[in-house]
């Protein structure tokens, strides 16, 4: 690359840096905070924040009870939420005006109030809410509700609205008879909401204190580490070579982020910045290059180890252990991945759009040399999960690992203000999802006072009449709906609630049922009308909004598919339901040939999927032949010994012509030539 491009090239970096902050401030929570012109407020949320890390780390050994710990969780996080957040886009973000600081005293005070009485709810009352309960419930919800809208916007708030009503009419009469119930009170309510575990203090919340937040503080020691860098410089030295390299890029450093940052929105806008001007510069449109980015972040939160956390959620709300989720999860993702590269790949072959010059790239050999070490806690943090190790304790020991690694080499070593910067920054990056798991309660909270997840689930099921495939897609509206605008976690805990359990009905093994449902809600971030993750890369392109979602859309064909294919074959899964009853917990192994026959049919079946919908193998397709190859790929993917020997035979025979035909081409250019 000449020094003239180069400079060019880190010019339009530059811009995309810029679009990218202000994408991030319009569409991720954690870019809109405030940064006070007084230094003394300054340096105490920051001593507020580093605090509320080290509480979670102390508490990893010395936990509270469980109330009480999830209290402290949920309003020291809203506590810090009012310092940070305004109440409005355009409010002045260098102060914080005096009701913030009420907002925040209520907060605490919300907490404190709790650990006063916590004996009495649990010992003398036996959960039944007095006056001041029901005063300071309906205070705490409150402020969740106001702190959700200042960090996620409307939908979220709206939500859980229109459920908290619920209960207030549900006895009436002109409700159609399968949404009726009992009359409930206040007290009913908000001690449901507030003195029990089941409502703001729900396993919602719970999973946010034992898992969620020390990985997001992971992720927050391994980007002080230099790890995003990394994964860049990696990506670029195993594919920036090649055809379409600059988008390969994208979608392998974009995976592994994504996986680690459990931010969709972030994701795009952190990689994003790096390798969309890239793809522009080879020649992919602004459209399509914002909708790489998206596909591949929003991938990311199902790709193991870590799955943007989730992984840890569903393993707490299944009773499934996480090394089980995420072995599971491997081939599902790895088909997916290998869906958007293939869509990748093809469309550089058809517009003929080259790598980047070798000379110009770094060697794999350096790049390990330079950050390989920090693959040591990923390693580590793998291994402890598979030992046995809690969850919560495998993710300490993997941020001490993170520290001590990091001194291996001096470019990467975290001194002190590195490290009290990774406990400040995990806090406040911790909050979007705090706050979401905190109001996500809310809804699971009446849903468990009202059975209402039951009246769901009963007319999605009368809805399938009977068929489970209609059922599956009813299934799979429904997670999309439900996750439209949200992050990925509290997409899956609304799913899991409201839309898992229909699938039961049908005898669809637990785990299925919940990683369906993940798949859905997740993908809702690249759906239209609200697809965050693709408005996102747009930003940062230049291009149009909802054409990037649909062609996001596109390039995650095999996502949309893929869920249908373990519904119906759970080998891909590797596990083996045979005979097991729906709620198990634990599996067996299926044959290891029925798992290589159905992970080849599948891979051929996304390879052809993908040329199908570029049109472009070797040489362009006619439209006949891309329906052809597409019904070809669709009977490799639907798990049958008919439709399996359809599809292998035209999906062949296409490829085998494809690339015969392209070898005639070239030889008789060569001879005119």
Known sequence: MSGKNEGTLVEEQKEAREAAQKILEKYDSDAKTRQPKNKYISWFISIFAILFSIYHLYTTFHPLPTLQHRAVHLLFGLAIVFLLYPSFKKQNRRKIPFYDWILFGLAILSCVYLFIVYQDIVTVRGGVPNDMDIVMGILTVVLVLEATRRITGWVLPILALIFLSYPFFSH?????????????????????????????????????????????????????????????????????????????????????????????????????????PLMKRIGYKNNFAGAVEASASVGGQILPPVMGASAFIMAETTGISYGTIALAAILPALLYFLGVLMQVHYRAGKRGLKGIPRPDLPRVKEVFKDGGHLLIPLIALIWMLGSGLTVNMSAFYTIVCTVIVSWIRKHTRMGLKAILEALEAGTKQSLSTIIACGVVGIVIGVVNLTSFGTTLTSAITNLGAGSLFLTLFLTMIASIILGMGLPSIPAYIITATMAAPA?????????????????????????????????????????????????????????????YLFVYAPELLLIDTTGLPVNAVEFPFPKLTEVLFIAFSAILGVVGLAAAVEGYIRTELHWIVRIVLGAGALMLIIPEIITDIMGYTIVLGIFIWSYSNAKKVKTKVEVEA
């Open 503 to 563: 699938l039961a009905e049908f005898g669809v093994p637990v785990l299925i049922a919940h990683m369906f449902v993940f798949y859905f809600g997740i993908f809702a971030n690249i759906t239209p009308p609200v697809a965050l993750a693709s408005f996102a890369g747009a930003g940062i392109a230049g291009g149009d909004p909802m054409k990037t979602g649909f062609i996001s859309l596109r390039l995650a064909l095999a996502g949309f598919i893929v869920p």
């Open 172 to 276: 009436m009469d002109w409700l159609p008879r399968i949404m009726m119930t009992r009359p409930f009170d206040l007290g009913d309510i908000f001690g449901q909401l507030y003195t029990k575990t089941e409502g703001l203090f729900s396993t919602a919340i719970g999973a946010s204190v034992q898992f969620i937040f020390l990985f997001i503080l992971f992720g927050a020691f391994l980007a002080k580490s230099g790890m995003g860098k990394f994964f860049n410089d990696l990506a670029l030295a195993l594919a920036g070579h090649r055809q379409g390299g600059p988008a390969k890029v994208a979608v392998i450093s974009s995976g592994f982020m994504g996986s680690i940052n459990g931010s969709a929105v972030a994701n795009v806008v952190g990689t994003g910045a790096f390798t969309i």
